[in-house]
């Protein structure tokens, strides 16, 4: 979830703990309702870059007859390190071909922006769909 905030019995001043790649670029307007969020450049970046997942992974993320669901993946079932292997070397599956993206710049100069928004959406702090800006 977002920053969290932590006071150990008073002996140490409260603390703002960034725990979540996407800890910072959301805004929301009623805390708790990813309808009313915004997000900044740097995660729409992400969100920009998902738009190469879609045609697998449907186009919420949440899986098509020809790839599993991106959410329930980084809602627990795989970590940042295996996902960014995955993303720039791909594999071959039970499901079928995840092709490799290392080549392609739109994906991997971006990839930390695109695990934040998915790990947002897995952790259903962002609605599916185009979400607006609110750093401009
Ligand atoms: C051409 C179809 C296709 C596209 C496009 C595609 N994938 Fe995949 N992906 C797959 C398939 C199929 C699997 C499942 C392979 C298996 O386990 O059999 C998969 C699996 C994955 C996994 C699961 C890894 C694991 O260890 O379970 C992740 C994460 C993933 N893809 C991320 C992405 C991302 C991010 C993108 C966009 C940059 C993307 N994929 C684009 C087909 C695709």
Redesign the pocket.
């Known amino acids: 979830m977002a920053a969290v905030v932590c006071a150990f019995g008073g002996l140490a001043a409260p603390a703002v703990v960034a725990e979540e790649p996407y800890d910072g670029h959301i805004q929301c307007e009623t805390e708790g309702d990813p309808k009313t969020c915004r997000i900044d450049l740097w995660l729409t970046r992400g969100y920009r ?2 738009s ?6 449907g186009l919420d993320g949440t899986g098509s007859t ?3 669901s ?1 959410l329930e ?2 809602g627990g ?2 970590g940042r390190a ?2 960014m292997e ?2 720039a070397n ?10 490799p ?1 290392k080549e ?1 710049p739109n ?1 991997m100069r971006y ?1 930390d922006q ?2 934040a928004y ?1 790990k947002a959406r897995a952790d259903k702090v962002l609605p599916a769909g185009k979400i607006k800006r609110y750093d401009r």
């Open positions: 870059a998902f190469q997942c879609q045609v697998c992974h020809i790839g599993p991106l993946k980084l079932e795989i295996r996902f995955v993303v791909g594999y071959q599956g039970q499901i079928g071909v995840m092709p993206w392609n994906v990839v695109l695990y998915l």
